[in-house]
């Protein structure tokens, strides 16, 4: 980890300051795993094993797998007897019912999922889910006191127009409109530049800090409680640089959670 210090960016990237870690912050790091629609039993099998043989006893951060959901069971029962927690990477909007092919908060809670992904970009892009279709698996998700990781990030578009931060007060906006701000001391929040998922490229430290300590602002007196995670690209080779920054509290990984040695070596860097 960097020294806590104070960096100053040039002007040309704008005002944000750069600030590292201070040895007393409070917030306990989380690396998400997402496999996305990866995986089967056997290749199940032996990440799982890989990883929690790397990851045994007392450790300063916390971490998560989502694997899609016919593998849930598999994940929870692999991880029993470890601290690695499961979640999956997205639910129903509705409690019960007549829903074909959805997966209903209350099922995952049953299976012993901890957390959900919500309004992933690949979901609001492809899916069409809408912010308020979000904000309504953000309340399944709650309802059932599964904790709910929700994603927020903007297109290359709206970066390049200078519209990023627009984008992410209003999909913020959706969820507080529809259940406030104080339930967010029981939810995690996640930037994903959708320009850096799976592209290789990452925001830079300073595009980083801009919008978590947007989303900061944006929630107000919970600002400082809330654990906001980075994903796009993280890698072993850059994990450590983000983590060092003082508003990023973990990362949510795709490619890089298939591999357990770089899964692993991203976890220790969050310690
Ligand atoms: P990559 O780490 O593969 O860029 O994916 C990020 C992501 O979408 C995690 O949810």
């Known amino acids: 980890m960097l020294k806590s210090s104070w960096l100053r960016l040039a002007p040309a990237l704008g005002e944000v300051l750069l600030l590292t870690k201070a040895s007393n912050t409070k917030r306990r790091q989380l690396v ?24 045994q006893g007392q450790h300063g ?9 016919p593998y849930i ?18 639910v129903s909007e509705q409690e019960k019912g007549a829903y074909t092919g959805e997966v209903s908060a209350a099922m995952l809670a049953d299976l012993n999922c901890k957390f959900v992904i919500i309004g992933h970009n690949e979901r609001r892009r492809m899916q069409r889910e809408s912010d308020q279709q979000v904000a309504e698996k953000f309340v399944q998700t709650q309802r ?34 529809r259940v406030g701000k104080a ?15 799976g592209t290789g490229k990452t925001a830079t430290p300073a595009q980083a800090e801009e919008v978590h300590q947007f989303m900061r602002a944006q929630l ?24 060092a920054l ?7 990984l795709g490619g890089a959670s298939l591999d357990a040695d770089e899964f692993l070596a991203i976890c220790k860097a969050a310690e």
């Open 61 to 69: 951060a916390d971490v998560v797998i989502c694997p899609p959901f």
């Open 220 to 243: 107000g007196e919970l600002g400082e409680k809330v654990r906001i995670l980075y994903g796009g690209s993280v890698k072993a080779h850059n994990a450590e640089q983000l983590f």
């Open 73 to 90: 069971a598999q994940t929870v029962d692999a991880l029993s007897g470890s601290s690695i927690m499961t979640g999956a990477q997205t």
């Open 183 to 197: 339930v967010f001391s029981d939810a995690v929040l996640a930037y994903e530049p959708v320009w850096a998922v």
């Open 32 to 55: 998400v795993g997402n496999w996305k629609m990866n995986g089967d039993l056997r290749e199940n099998a032996a990440l799982l094993k890989a990883i929690t043989a790397g990851w």
């Open 246 to 252: 003082a508003d990023i509290d973990g990362a949510l």
């Open 144 to 177: 059932v006191g599964l904790i709910p990781i929700l994603c927020v990030g903007e297109s290359l578009d709206d970066r390049e127009a200078g519209k990023h931060l627009q984008t992410i007060a209003r999909q913020l906006d959706a969820v507080f409109e």
